[in-house]
């Protein structure tokens, strides 16, 4: 979690949402690292987790992440979700919730939808202090 706040803190100097993403392999190696670039890039499909899947995928010249961990600062949406269940990532564990748009469990619960063909572990919670902090003081910042 400490990367993916590394990597969170990259956002910030763009002025995208600070939100950090690693993919950390089966033997603990990480595999891709991502952080929001949607006001970077103008693409808004730009967020932090699916720009380290993709890095992963590139890593380890499959799109199928069986065996990763996906890490990521804030629980993620319905895409990010979405796309981590596609890439069959086992499992993912993230810092703060978003009450507004999570998909691990707060709003929806993607990640462990039964009806989908693939369930993942959820760890909620790591470092959700400094997660969250960093969010909050992102848009107190932006605020004022």
């Known amino acids: 979690m400490e990367l993916a706040l590394q990597a969170a803190q990259r956002a910030g100097e763009t002025a995208d949402v600070p939100i950090g993403a690693v993919v950390v392999g089966p033997h603990g190696e990480v595999l891709g690292t991502g952080w929001n670039e949607r006001e970077a890039t103008g693409d808004p499909t ?3 987790e ?3 899947l993709r890095r ?3 890593a380890l010249g499959s799109w199928r992440l069986d065996g990763c961990t996906l890490v990521v600062t ?3 949406c319905s895409m990010c979700a979405g796309a981590s269940v596609l890439a069959r990532i086992p ?3 993230f810092g703060a919730w ?3 748009a999570g998909a691990a469990g ?3 619960d993607v990640l462990r939808e039964r009806r989908l063909n693939h369930w993942t572990e959820v760890f909620p919670g790591v470092l959700e202090d400094e997660c969250a902090a960093l969010l909050r003081d ?3 910042e932006r605020r004022a």
């Open 46 to 48: 730009a967020h932090a």
């Open 74 to 76: 804030l629980e993620p």
């Open 56 to 58: 992963a995928a590139a």
């Open 138 to 140: 992102f848009f107190a």
């Open 91 to 93: 499992r993912v564990v």
């Open 50 to 52: 699916v720009l380290a």
């Open 98 to 100: 978003d009450e507004k």
């Open 106 to 108: 707060s709003v929806f």
